[in-house]
């Protein structure tokens, strides 16, 4: 477990490892830990949180965060908000009750190419008060850790002088966080395109002999759960946007201009989550296409090759059947005791040829065919 005190106006960031016992004079209390650590700590943080916020959380809502299975959602209560947002997180268990905050690893089950593998989700759950801030993680949640290193790099006199800002309340928090996961969508983004193009190109690749369709499979059934998980996520992210619409208005100025950015971060990070869907619907229709593509480009090279023999045929039908007439055992036939008449046949028999593949030639039926 990780907790952070954190004061924008004093741009500073405490972390400690033990449930606070107050509030601070300004600021807000994030309290970060893993799925199996708020299991075994529940008592002590609806506890914490009592003190804190003078409420717990409800019992319906502790069973969310603690599900690793619950898709994308957001609730609310009169005193707090909660919202679960599923990330990439590849290749983990949840730690067992005697080691709560260490992770169990474990060999990725889906086949196909390693970019389909990285399609594995963990949820992560969000309790948003006014002042308090609980996140729960899967187990070594990279998230978690990448963010708390960042907020405390951002006390420094360096991020100072950039302009970096420390979040002013938890739903800022929540929000930044949320769009470092989404972050990771994008990034996912770029690698299965790369992987699609790559597989494009090996089907429509003339006189190519693909194989490789177990893995097209999986690539559009992981695309179809891409699309599924980020549609939950867009829901969710409305839910929360539509929520806030709701909340009284602010008392100052300052509050005011904090609630605006607050809804530009959120319609931000809703933007970056439709960029995602969309994308994945683009390649699903992609994958699709270059799959038609390539059987009708096989059909096509198939056509081409059937109208070639068919047109060899017609060309030696007439002299097939002109050698089974000269071939019939009879004893009188025109010519046949001519001592020319080989030469007369023979050469009738080239003419034909000459002009059928001339009149075949015309016609394009002996046309190869151009890609």
């Not at 309290?31 to 717990?56: D, H, K, M, S, Y």
């Not at 089950?109 to 963990?122: A, F, M, N, Q, Y």
């Not at 992609?286 to 198939?302: L, P």
């Not at 055992?329 to 008449?341: C, K, M, Q, R, T």
Request: net charge negative.
């Amino acid at each position: 477990m990780r907790v952070f005190t954190l004061t924008a106006g004093s741009q500073s960031v405490a972390e400690t490892d033990a449930l606070p016992a107050e509030l601070p004079p300004q600021g807000f209390v994030w309290i970060a830990c893993a799925r199996r650590e708020f299991e075994v700590l529940l008592a002590p943080i609806q506890a914490t949180l009592q003190g804190l916020c003078g409420t717990q959380l409800v019992d319906l809502h502790v069973s969310d965060l603690l599900n690793n299975q619950l898709p994308s959602h957001y609730d609310y209560t009169s005193q707090y908000d909660t919202l679960v947002f599923r990330r990439l997180a590849t290749g983990l268990l949840e730690a067992d009750l005697a080691h709560p905050g260490e992770p169990l690893h474990q060999p990725a089950k889906r086949s196909g190419p390693p970019v389909l593998k990285r399609i594995d989700t963990s949820p992560v759950g969000f309790a948003v008060f006014d002042r308090v801030l609980l996140t729960v993680h899967p187990a070594g949640c990279a998230v978690r850790e990448a963010y708390a290193l960042k907020l405390l790099n951002a006390t420094s006199p360096e991020a100072r002088d950039n302009g970096v800002k420390l979040p002013s309340s938890p739903a800022d928090l929540m929000l930044r966080i949320i769009n470092q996961m989404v972050d990771g969508y994008l990034a996912l983004r770029r690698e299965l395109t790369r992987q699609m193009d790559h597989w494009q190109s090996e089907l429509l690749k003339p006189g190519s002999r693909f194989t490789n369709w177990s893995s097209v499979l999986d690539a559009r059934l992981a695309l179809h759960q891409l699309d599924e998980i980020c549609e939950d996520q867009r829901a969710a992210l409305q839910d929360w946007i539509d929520s806030i619409e709701t909340w009284p208005d602010a008392s100052t100025p300052i509050m005011q201009r904090e609630r605006e950015l607050l809804k530009v971060r959120s319609r931000d990070v809703l933007e970056h989550i439709e960029r995602v869907v969309h994308h994945v619907r683009r390649m699903e229709q992609s994958a699709e296409a270059a799959v038609q593509m390539h059987f009708s480009a096989q059909s096509h090279r198939t056509n081409d090759i059937m109208r070639t023999l068919t047109a060899l045929t017609a060309v030696f039908l007439p002299l097939n059947l002109i050698t089974g007439f000269f071939g019939m055992n009879f004893e009188f036939l025109p010519i046949i005791h001519s001592p020319g008449g080989f030469w007369w046949t023979f050469g009738f028999m080239l003419l034909l040829v000459v002009v059928v593949v001339a009149v075949f030639w015309r016609k394009r039926y002996l046309a190869g065919s151009r890609h």
